[in-house]
């Protein structure tokens, strides 16, 4: 069965840090861009980071949060990673593990993980 | 502020056909750049709806359509039914911010 679960996710602080995964199972992790999408309580969607197949070729971030947060990935495990920090309130959202089909700069998320909660509050 | 303009709600009865439209600009959908929807059933996660402007995925029923023109695109549900009740997001890529964008998402009400 195709899947994707993200975890990681929690309280933290504001200025604190947080690191998400996110396991892939029923399909070759290795030949798919990936993906980091979030949605803040009660709001849309928001697109906030993406990867290539191979770590080498691309890394993009929504500019909004460039410089404090980091996507990676770890093909032999199966792994897509989004290391965040010097969090703010306004972070607080479900983050999305979500895989991507098409060709750049057209690419769509076909299959998505249910997400995990992330509470930035003192 | 969502850089592709959803209206927040549309309504109709079942068996109606409804059409949620996605407003961009010349960065984006008018720049030629492919408009994908989603839908988000209550408390779930977002599911690919209608991919490349007007390809359903399977399993996608043939009652969604979508299509595009100039800086705009439209996603039409016919025969309107209570399982469709939902929100529904258009996404594009947009070249100024080098990155994907979401509409704000629309709202469907099933009356």
């Known amino acids: 069965e195709l899947q994707l679960v993200e975890s990681g996710g929690g309280l933290v602080k504001p200025g604190g840090s947080l690191r998400l995964s996110c396991a892939a199972s029923?399909?070759?992790?290795?030949?798919?861009?990936m993906n980091w999408v979030r949605q803040a309580p009660g709001k849309g969607l928001e697109w906030v980071s993406s990867i290539s197949y191979s770590t080498s070729n691309y890394i993009f971030y929504a500019d909004s949060l460039k410089g404090r947060f980091t996507i990676s990935r770890d093909n032999a495990k199966n792994s897509l990673y989004l290391q965040m920090n010097s969090l703010r309130a306004e972070d607080t959202a479900v983050y999305y593990c979500a895989r991507v089909l098409g060709d750049y700069p057209d690419w769509y998320f076909d299959l998505w993980g249910r997400g995990t909660l992330v509470t930035v509050s003192s | 502020q969502s850089v592709l303009t959803q209206p927040p709600s549309v309504s109709g009865a079942p068996g109606q056909r409804v059409t949620i439209s996605c407003s961009g600009s010349?960065?984006?959908?008018?720049?030629?750049?492919?408009v994908h929807w989603y839908q988000q059933l209550p408390g779930t996660a977002p599911k690919l709806l209608i991919f490349g402007n007007n390809n359903r995925p399977s399993g996608v029923p043939d009652r969604f359509s979508g299509s595009k023109s100039g800086t705009s695109a439209s996603l039409a549900i016919t025969g309107l039914q209570a399982e469709d009740e939902a929100d529904y997001y258009c996404?594009?890529?947009?070249?100024?911010?080098?990155?994907?964008?979401f509409g704000g998402g629309t709202k469907l009400t099933v009356l």
């Open positions: 996404q594009s890529y947009d070249s100024s911010l080098s990155g994907s964008v």
């Open positions: 010349t960065s984006n959908i008018g720049a030629g750049y492919d």
């Open positions: 029923g399909f070759t992790f290795s030949d798919y861009h």
